[in-house]
Every structure is written in structure tokens, then in C-alpha cells.
């Protein structure tokens, strides 16, 4: 224990809490800028189980800021650099590190095996990738971004805590912000806003000051400046990432940024105009035998795409409102976008049909 | 009354100044973004969030301090 002895005689810390730090397992996505200090203090403070998600490669314009790689490193993938490197700085703890791309399908199970995520991501489709599996998995998300000379960071997802949506709701396109392989970064930026977020994770494993949760900081390196704004949790946001979960697998990576509300009740479905029902249910054996609705069973749904009028709002049915959501998702997939999934399933839909007299073909 | 605008991030870039002054006699946040969308077109096509008193506001909330950030998100990594 001679390695962690300037934490043990913390007393603060102490031998109980460098055991919590070397028990923990921490996730860091994207070993870049960010992910570099985060990974390299982690491991130098002994977090047992470090994970690393990144599916690129070092190349040479990498070096002025990922600091875990050297020449030796260039063309080798990230992950795997980094956990070579990470080795030689502590061997008594367990590295994993995954060579590809977080996606919808896989995020979940990652998340699943860890406590905290750490995003050291460089795009808003990701971002709000680790943001919602993070929202789903119910992981703390030690969050930050940086911009030129700026950086941001908070914990998510803490505690009952906001969440990233809470803050940015719906994510800019990919075309509005630009990336530092655009524009450029200092250099030491990321390593600041990093050992920051790393900072979060030893705080949060030990539950120690004040995390930094329910606010946002943000940085500026000329200005030497920083703000801490706070931010509220909004259920709404929340619920609208969970009302998707159960199909969260499922979503095709990056096809929204977005995230609609495409659960509705009946009530809601019919103040919408021009409406096409679709019932999915696959052992539906009565015949509707309204005009207003057609029938195409969840399973044969991808074959049976061009029954379907793009020009009219789509609203999914099913038994109680589960498969009706794939469904949905299916459709969205295909860019039928104007679909929406009725919570409360068919039974309503044929009682409503029938009270109010539909004509029978 | 004279407030202090200050842009983070790209928003500085796209306005061209990391802060400037203006001269405010509306009521609200929105009454506020109006003006700043008049002076500075881009700004209606890029999301961020407005803050006073280090808190978030909403359309509706009352300009009370001569300080407002209008803050982006950050995409870098």
C-alpha cells in the first residue's frame, strides 16, 4: 500500500477510502483530450476496474494533448495505447479497454458492468448517446466539454441530481459546433477540465466536499475565470429518455439527436389531423374492418413499409403499448417520422371506433 | 438600463466580442433575446442558455441583473 500512501495519511481518505477507490469501476468513453488525465490520475489513484471506450486511432496531431501517448503509440488504437500505458503506471489494477464504437446496442451493457461513466467524447451525437444510456443504466455521468480555451463540467445523473438533458435538451446539429480536429484546442485545456472530472469521480467515490452535481461549471483559460451556474432536474426530460429505454437498444446510432414524444395517450392522438391508425398486434385475429386503420403485424412491419401514406400522421397500436414503441422506432428508422405509439393499446382505440360509429366499409 | 452581455464559447466567435453592453428597457428574457437576435442574426440558429445571478433562466423570467451569460454547449473532446 506504499503506492497510495499520501492518500492513506489524508485523513480524510485514509485506509478505508483508498480500499472504496481501489473496490470502484469507472468507464471512461473516449481516450482523447479529456480522457487522457482522467485515465492517467484514475489509475495513478488505484481505481480497481478502469474501463476505456474508444474506437480511433493515435495520430501524430493527438500528441500535443493526449498525453498518454508517445510515438511509439501512432497508428495503434486509442484504447489499447492507453491501456499499455496505464499498466506501466500501476499494475495492481484491472484495465479494460473495448477498440470501438459506443453505440445504442451496446452502450447499455457497458454502463451495466461499471459505477460511474466519464465522458471524454468529442461530439454531440455521442454525448447524448452516454447521457441517456447513462439516464437508463442510473449511472452517475462525470460530464465536461471543451471549446478553444473554454471548458464545461458537471456531474450528471447524481444523486437524484439533473441530468444533461436538464441543461441541453435537444442536441445542436453536428454542423453547428465544430470539433477541435477544426478549430484547434490549447492544449492544456483539456488537461485541466479533465483532472477535473477526475477529481469528480475520486470525490464521488468517496463522497467527499461537494460534488458537482446540480450546476455547471464553466472554465476560460484566458480569463482564468469560473462560472458555476446552477441548473434544476426536469422530469420531463428525464421521463422523455426513459419512456424510450426499453427500445433503447434497438435505435440506429445517431438517427436522433432529438429526443420527441412519441408516447401519447388516445386523447392526444386525436387532436392530431390527418391521422393513419396502423395496429401491429401479431395475433390479431379479428379483422378491424375500418378503413381509418390498417393492419400490418409488428413482425412483417420492415416488408410492409409502402402500405404505409407518408402524408399522414402514423399512430401505432398495439396490445398495450410496448411493441407499438419498436414499432415506432422501426418507422422512424425508415424516415417516417410523423409516428407516434398509443400508450394505452387497442382496446381503447376499438371502443372509441365503436362509440363513435365509424362507417364499416 | 445599461446591461453587460457575455457570449462563451463559439457564441463569442459569432458575435465577435467576448462581451458587450447594451441598453435594455424591455421586462423579460425574451424581450432580451429579441434584441440580441436583431444585433446578431446567427445567434437564432445556435442553441444555448441564458443565465443570471448564476442561475438558468427561461423566456419568462425577469431581467434583474446587469449581467447575462449566454451560454452554449461544448461539443471537444
Excluded at chain 2, 443565465?51 to 427561461?58: I, K, R, S, V, Y
Aim: glycine residues 6%.
Amino acid at each position: 500500500m506504499n503506492r497510495y500512501n499520501r492518500h492513506i495519511i489524508l485523513s480524510e481518505i485514509g485506509l478505508e477510502g483508498q480500499h472504496k477507490i481501489n473496490m470502484a469501476k469507472v468507464l471512461v468513453v473516449g481516450a482523447g483530450g479529456l480522457g487522457c488525465p482522467v485515465l492517467q490520475y484514475l489509475a495513478a489513484a488505484g481505481i480497481g476496474t478502469l474501463g476505456i471506450i474508444d474506437f480511433d486511432i493515435v495520430s501524430e496531431s493527438n500528441l500535443q494533448r493526449q498525453i498518454l501517448f508517445g510515438s511509439s503509440s501512432l497508428g495503434i488504437n486509442k484504447a489499447i495505447a492507453a491501456k499499455k500505458r496505464l499498466e506501466d503506471l500501476n499494475t495492481s489494477i484491472s484495465i479494460h479497454a473495448y477498440p470501438k464504437k459506443l453505440n445504442h446496442k451496446n452502450a447499455i451493457s457497458f454502463f451495466k458492468e461499471y459505477d460511474i461513466i466519464v465522458d471524454g467524447t468529442d461530439n454531440f451525437k455521442t454525448r447524448y448517446l452516454v447521457s441517456d444510456a447513462c439516464i437508463i443504466t442510473k449511472k452517475p455521468l462525470v460530464y465536461a466539454g471543451i471549446y478553444k480555451f473554454e471548458g464545461q463540467v458537471s456531474v450528471f445523473n447524481y444523486n437524484n441530481g439533473p441530468s444533461y438533458r436538464c441543461l441541453f435538451p435537444n442536441s445542436p446539429k453536428q454542423e453547428e459546433i465544430p470539433n477541435c480536429s477544426e478549430i484547434g484546442v490549447l492544449g492544456v485545456l483539456p488537461g485541466i477540465i479533465g483532472s477535473l472530472q477526475a477529481n469528480e469521480v475520486i470525490k464521488i467515490i468517496l463522497n467527499l466536499g461537494e460534488i458537482l452535481s446540480g450546476k455547471v461549471l464553466y472554465y476560460n483559460s484566458l480569463s482564468h475565470l469560473f462560472n458555476l451556474i446552477k441548473v434544476s432536474r426536469s422530469e420531463k426530460e428525464i421521463q422523455k429518455v426513459m419512456d424510450i429505454a426499453d427500445i433503447f437498444e434497438n435505435l440506429d446510432e445517431g438517427i436522433r439527436c432529438e429526443v420527441k414524444n412519441n408516447n401519447i395517450t388516445l386523447k392526444e392522438a386525436l387532436t392530431k389531423k390527418n391521422i393513419q391508425w396502423i395496429d401491429v398486434r401479431n395475433n390479431s385475429d379479428q379483422k378491424t374492418n375500418y378503413p381509418e386503420i390498417i393492419q400490418i403485424p409488428f413482425a412483417d412491419l420492415e416488408q410492409n413499409l409502402h402500405k404505409i401514406d407518408k402524408n399522414k400522421k402514423q399512430v401505432v397500436f398495439c396490445h398495450a403499448g410496448i411493441m407499438s414503441k419498436k414499432a415506432v422506432s422501426i418507422l422512424q428508422k425508415h424516415q417516417i417520422e410523423d409516428s407516434f405509439s398509443l400508450k394505452n393499446g387497442a382496446l381503447e382505440v376499438m371502443n372509441h371506433f365503436k362509440k363513435n360509429n365509424y362507417e364499416k366499409p | 438600463m445599461m446591461i453587460t452581455i457575455k457570449y462563451f464559447g463559439l457564441l463569442a466567435e459569432v458575435t465577435g466580442c467576448s462581451s458587450e453592453k447594451i441598453n435594455f428597457s424591455g421586462t423579460t428574457i425574451s424581450d432580451l433575446k429579441e434584441i440580441l437576435f436583431q444585433k446578431h442574426k446567427v445567434l437564432k440558429s445556435l442553441k444555448f442558455k441564458i443565465a443570471q445571478h448564476n442561475e438558468l433562466n427561461t423566456d419568462k423570467t425577469k431581467v434583474t441583473s446587469s449581467e447575462i451569460a449566454l451560454l452554449p454547449p461544448f461539443a471537444g473532446g
